[in-house]
C-alpha cells in the first residue's frame, strides 16, 4: 500500500504570542521592558500583555499572567526549553546584545547557527529564550535536501559593530518588526511530536540530524517548532503550578486553511476547542496548549510574559 504523506500546513504560517506563566508579574514586566525593551499595551488584574511596539492594533509577543509563589519548571520535565524572539536584521539583534551588555544580564549562549545568529538567556522565572537575527534566505545552504543548520561559536565582537547609536535620553525599544519566530519544547517522545506537529497538523520536517531533537517549519523555513528529549524520553509534567509556557499561537493566513488544519486535528482524534482568540488544541508530546488561529483575528487580539554554545 502507498503511504500517505500529510497535508502541508500553509507556507505563510507563522508563530503568534506566547503566554507565560510567571510569580511576580511587575518583577516580569521589568524586564520584559527595561531590558528587552517590550511595551506593555495592557494590564489587568494579574495579566498583562507585551508588544514589540506601541502600534494600534499592537504586535503582541509575550503574554504574561500571575502565579504568585510559582517555582520554576523543574529540569527533566516536558514543556518549554525556549521561545524565539525574532529580530529583523542583524542590527537590531546587535541592540539587543548592547542592552543586555548595560544592563549586565547574563547570556548562558550564543550562537551561530549557519541560518541565524542567537543570543540565549533566562527570563526571571527560568523561561528560556533565544533572541535572533535570520541570514538571508539565499545564504542558506543545503545537505542531503535539507537545511543546513550547526551550533558554532558566534562572534560578539563582530556583532556589536552593528549596534546603531541609541537616541539620547530615549528608552530602550525594540524594532517594532519584531516577532516571535519559533518555539521548542522539550517532549517525552518524538515519534509523538511529529505525529502531532507533522501528521497532523502539517509542519514540514527540516532536520533531523541533532541527536535527540526534530524541528520542523512552514513554507521552507528552517524550522517553526523544535522538539527534543533532552530532558529524558518519557519525561514527566512538571508540578501543578509552576511557572512555563501555558501555550503559544500558531498563525495560519486565512479562515480556509484553519478550518483545514482543524479539520486534519479531528482526523487524528484531536478535539480542538473554541476560545475568544482562537482554537485551543493541547499538544500531547510537551503538554503545552496550542491556540490555532488566523491572521486577522490575531493582529486583533488585544485581550488579557563567556556564553557557551546553545542549541536553537
Request: glycine share 8%.
Amino acid at each position: 500500500m502507498r503511504e500517505v504523506m500529510p497535508v502541508p500546513i500553509h507556507p505563510d504560517t507563522r508563530m503568534g504570542p506566547v503566554h507565560l506563566t510567571v510569580a511576580d508579574l511587575n518583577r516580569s514586566r521589568l524586564f520584559y521592558g527595561d531590558v528587552l525593551g517590550m511595551q506593555t499595551v495592557s494590564r489587568g488584574s494579574g495579566a498583562a500583555l507585551l508588544a514589540a511596539a506601541q502600534d494600534d492594533p499592537p504586535n503582541v509577543l509575550v503574554m504574561l499572567t500571575e502565579s504568585p509563589g510559582a517555582r520554576p519548571q523543574p529540569a527533566r520535565t516536558i514543556g518549554l526549553y525556549h521561545f524565539a524572539i525574532l529580530m529583523p536584521t542583524r542590527a537590531a539583534l546587535a541592540r539587543s546584545l548592547r542592552r543586555l551588555i548595560e544592563t549586565r544580564y547574563r547570556l548562558h549562549g550564543a550562537s551561530d547557527h549557519l541560518v541565524s545568529e542567537a543570543l540565549y538567556l533566562d527570563d526571571p522565572d527560568g523561561h528560556g529564550i533565544e533572541l535572533y537575527a535570520d541570514r538571508p534566505r539565499d545564504r542558506w545552504q543545503t545537505v542531503r535536501g535539507r537545511i543546513a543548520m550547526a551550533t558554532e561559536p558566534l562572534d560578539l565582537d563582530d556583532l556589536l559593530t552593528e549596534a546603531s547609536p541609541e537616541a539620547p535620553g530615549q528608552p530602550f525599544a525594540l524594532d517594532p518588526a519584531t516577532r516571535i519566530g519559533h518555539i521548542h519544547l522539550h517532549v517525552s517522545s518524538l515519534e509523538l511530536a511529529e505525529t502531532f506537529y507533522h501528521g497532523a497538523l502539517g509542519f514540514e520536517v527540516t532536520q533531523r540530524d541533532y541527536p535527540g531533537a526534530l524541528f520542523l517549519a512552514a513554507g521552507g523555513y528552517h524550522h517553526h517548532i523544535g522538539t527534543n528529549i533532552w530532558a529524558g524520553a518519557g519525561a514527566p509534567r512538571p508540578p501543578a503550578g509552576s511557572a512555563g509556557l501555558r501555550e503559544f499561537t500558531v498563525v495560519v493566513p486565512d479562515d480556509t486553511e484553519l478550518q483545514a488544519v482543524l479539520a486534519r486535528l479531528r482526523a487524528g482524534g484531536a478535539e480542538p476547542a473554541r476560545t475568544p482568540e482562537g482554537w485551543r488544541v493541547p499538544d500531547p508530546s510537551s503538554g503545552v496548549d496550542l491556540i490555532i488561529t488566523a491572521a486577522r483575528r490575531a493582529s486583533a487580539r488585544v485581550a488579557p510574559a563567556h556564553p557557551v554554545a546553545e542549541t536553537f
